[in-house]
């Protein structure tokens, strides 16, 4: 029995043995394999860190606002009779708004407009007796007096005819009616938004080491997210005389002519003032930027070290500049000449082998036209 026992420990410990040795060659396979692989390369997209000449401009973010613009109120109140116009409408200077109920009014009107009649026959009558010298000089000066104030009488029910006939100040593009047929109306209630189109301010401000060389006439450009791509030209018409004691900037206000209305009051727009002369940068794509909260690096392409040659990339922290297009200018951090990787920066790291492809890179400029633009 003993010795059946020994047999089966001695079985055992053969076969132990025996699975040990076979995943102790296979972790020797594995080990071997680790020590000659190498990571694939990774496919990138590439470009040269160039100098451009770029417009010398100052660049700030600003507001759109109308020439002029308002919400049309009633100066009095009074029960809306008539409707005139349409939400989104167009209208010219002096148009029909609005119209109030004016009936009470119009025979007030009609009583005040008989006695001014009168008034006026009695004075007529009262200075021909005057020249005969049948009634005194006082009786003539009271007819006239009364004549004028019943003159101002129908003048000032004339008038509140007037305020409840509520008419376009300007000539532009409406908002949405905020009044509705027979609806009574408190003074000062808004019956629909007015803002003049044509032309509209850009508002923005710039620190006030940029004043000696701002003056009014110089060219801005500003684009919106709401046309990208696009861009409308106009000029500084005016300069604050003061700058803002907080931020010690100063605030300039540029014209648009804005033919087509696309620029509209309120809108968030980035200005760009246009000075005299260029600027050279060295600029790279923008994709070839990545951007953390610790700074923003870019990918430089070099020839590998080891045996196994080919490409690497390693990272570049850089100080960046103003955008351009497609483009962006790099301060410093680079030389002209550098090849950065512009594509596919996600899967890059320090070391990592990289193949340049090129022929899906689309094509860059410094004044873009997407499609969709």
Sequence with gaps: MKRKIIVGIIVVAVVVAGLAGVKALQIGKLIGFAKTFTVPPETISSAVAQEQQWLNTLSAVGSINAAQGVTVASEV???????????????????????????????????????????????????????????????????????????????????????????????????????????????????????????????????????????????????????????????????NPELDAVTRSVTLQATFANTNDLLRPGMFARMEVVLPGEQPVLAVPATAVLSAPFGDSVYVIEPATNSAGGLVVRQQFVRTGRPLGDFISIVSGLKPGDTVASSGLFKLRNGVGVVVNNEIAPERSTTPHPPNG
């Design 77 to 239: 109140a009074g029960t809306v009779t008539e409707i005139a116009f349409e939400s989104g409408a167009v209208v010219a200077k002096g148009d029909l708004l609005v119209r109030l109920d004016t009936s009470s009014e119009a025979a007030q009107l009609r009583a005040a407009a008989a006695e001014v009649e009168l008034a006026k026959l009695n004075t007529d009558r009262l200075l021909k007796l005057r020249e005969s010298n049948v009634v005194s000089q006082s009786e003539v000066d009271t007819a006239e007096a009364t004549l004028k104030q019943n003159q101002a009488n129908a003048d000032a029910i004339q008038a509140v005819i007037d305020k409840k006939t509520i008419r376009a100040p300007f000539a532009g593009r409406l908002g949405i009616r905020l009044v509705n047929l027979g609806q009574s109306l408190d003074a000062r209630a808004p019956i629909v938004s007015l803002q003049s189109l044509e032309p509209v301010y850009g508002d923005f401000s710039l620190p006030q080491q940029t004043l000696s060389v701002l003056s009014t006439g110089l060219v801005v450009q500003v684009s919106s997210d709401s046309y990208p791509g696009e861009k409308f030209e106009g000029t500084v018409t005016a300069i």
